[in-house]
Structure formats: C-alpha cells, structure tokens
C-alpha cells in the first residue's frame, strides 16, 4: 500500500514538473497586428474646466490607424519580454472643442520602437497541456474562458515623428519633426487558440517626454502629449530548438 502511494505521489509529481516546463517548447513568439491610435496634444480638446476626466476629448475625428509587429521571449511562465515596432498616423483638429474658431489642424506620421515587459496576472489553463502543445485547439465551451491570458505591461521606447500642419497652423509650428523618448503602460489579453496560434487584444497609452507631436505646443500648456493605441493581433509561436533559440537559428 505504502508503495503503491509513494508511485503515484512521484508519477504526478514528474507529471506537474512536465507540464510546468511545456511552455518552454515554444517560448519565441512573432505577432503582427492592426488597430488605432487617439492622441492628445495641444490642438483640439476641451478646456480643464469643461471636460469630465477627459471623456470628451475622445473622437473619431482624433482617430487615425497604426500596424505593428513584435518579437516576445517568454523569459518565465508568467514573465516575457519583447521588441515591439509600431508605425501610423496621429491626427489632431481643432473643428471638435474649446478652439473651433482657431482652426488649427495636423497629421504626424510616426514610427514607435519599445522594449516592453510583460507580467501575466491570470494565466491560462490550456497551455501546459500535450494536446495544445502540439497544436491541436480546444473544442469544449466549458473550457472556453480558461483558455485566456491578461498580462500588464511598460517599458520605454522611442518615437520619430513628421508633422504636416495645415495652412493656418504652419506659421504657428513649434517643431516640423524630431525624435522623443516615450513611456508604453497598458493591459492586454490573449486568446490560446491553438499551441501555435494566439489571438489578442491590448490596450495602452505612451507618456511622450515632448509637447511637439502634433507640432504646436501652446503657450497655456502644463503637460506634454500622451496617445493612445487600440491594437488587435495575432501571434504565432515559434519552436524552440534545442540550442535554446529559434528552431530556424541552427
């Protein structure tokens, strides 16, 4: 009896360290996606006063679209790191706001590197499984809602940045085109599709250490821009060789 207790307490023991360490198999991740992107700077907006923690500045006539791609290393099960590359369009107006009379108006190209960190608060319950691992999905909607991750993140990155303003901003121009520092926080969650594929959403602002972007900073202004990206993706991962890189990287 004693035996047949110690046996079993060993096979589910090489069982959890088995299935702990599944995760490894795959640990690079590419993602690609498409979403868009809300800036706040100094054209267009609403007056402190008349703006209800912000709400009002949201508008489909800020709203432009961004394409991005990252490399993720899964360092930890619940720890990753990755390089991430965002490039697309901010666009700021003044038809919409405190300064309709103004009529200042402008559209900046960017491209974002970053290097961000990601720590997951809820990991799925799918992942460490054979079956998965080998890239077979899940088929039972009991099993639906374990088989999603959300994670936070930040880290810091860059941004370059082309403002074409308008005829009646253009003599008012603070800065045409540069580069600054940024600051990525923001959530995200991801759908384990398969052991190969994951489906994902994630939402994040960028402190900007400049008040430039959309190429005027006003006089009456106390802080520096801040934008926002809206990004859905998709992730394949890769296979791990056995010298602990990419399977392609003999």
Known sequence: MRKS??????????????NAQLWKLRRYEASAG???TQFFGDIGGYSRGENLIGFKDLSFRHTRFNMNTSIRYRILDDVAA????????????????SNINRAF??????????????YYIIKNKVENSFLIMKGEKGNHFQ??????????FTGFGGLYYNVSPNAILDPMVTKTHGFTAVIPVGVGTDFIYSGIFNIGVEIGGRYVFSDD?????????KSNDIYYFLNFKFTYKIKTGQNGLPSFVK
């Open 5 to 18: 207790i110690i046996i079993i307490l060993l096979l589910s023991l090489i069982h959890t360290v088995a």
């Open 34 to 36: 498409i979403g868009t």
């Open 213 to 221: 972007i959309d190429g005027y900073s006003s006089q009456y202004s």
């Open 82 to 97: 990755r390089l991430n590359f965002t490039f697309g369009y901010f666009h700021s107006t003044d038809t919409r706001g």
């Open 143 to 152: 099993s639906f809602f374990s088989m999603f991750d959300f994670y936070v």
């Open 105 to 118: 108006e402008s559209r900046t190209m960017f491209f974002e590197p970053a290097v961000i960190g990601e």
